[in-house]
């Protein structure tokens, strides 16, 4: 019925946050989300093994800058989700 790796409070924030701005640097996406560096890395790695985001890796002259992406397959797994939503709601 719902997706377990969206029905996570966190990552259903996160991926919300996706959709609004297709792509986010770690650190506002952290801001946004209220979590450490260390909880929003190990939601992310989830959603990245199952290619629901993509993580790019660059530099800033010589810092690094994380920035994440939403991947299709996300998008229309989201997507998914929230229409899975919107029905149990009607239903009940």
């Given at each position: 019925?719902?997706?377990?790796?969206l029905?996570?409070?966190?990552?259903s924030?996160l991926?919300?946050?996706?959709?609004?701005?297709?792509?986010?640097?770690?650190?506002?996406?952290?801001?946004?989300?209220?979590?450490?560096?260390?909880n929003?890395?190990?939601?992310?790695?989830?959603?990245?093994?199952?290619?629901?985001?993509?993580?790019?890796?660059?530099?800033?002259?010589?810092?690094?800058?994380?920035?994440?992406?939403?991947?299709?397959?996300?998008?229309?797994?989201f997507?998914?989700?929230?229409?899975?939503?919107?029905?149990?709601?009607?239903e009940?």
């Open positions: 019925m719902f997706d377990p790796l029905h996570q409070t966190v990552r924030k991926m919300s946050v996706l959709i609004a701005n297709d792509e986010i640097p770690f650190k506002a996406l952290k801001e946004a989300l209220g979590v450490t560096d260390g929003l890395s190990s939601h992310l790695s989830k959603l990245e093994k199952e290619s629901y985001v993509n993580i790019e890796k660059t530099f800033e002259g010589k810092r690094p800058k994380t920035v994440i992406h939403i991947a299709p397959i996300g998008r229309k797994a997507d998914e989700y929230i229409e899975a939503l919107k029905k149990f709601i009607e009940n």
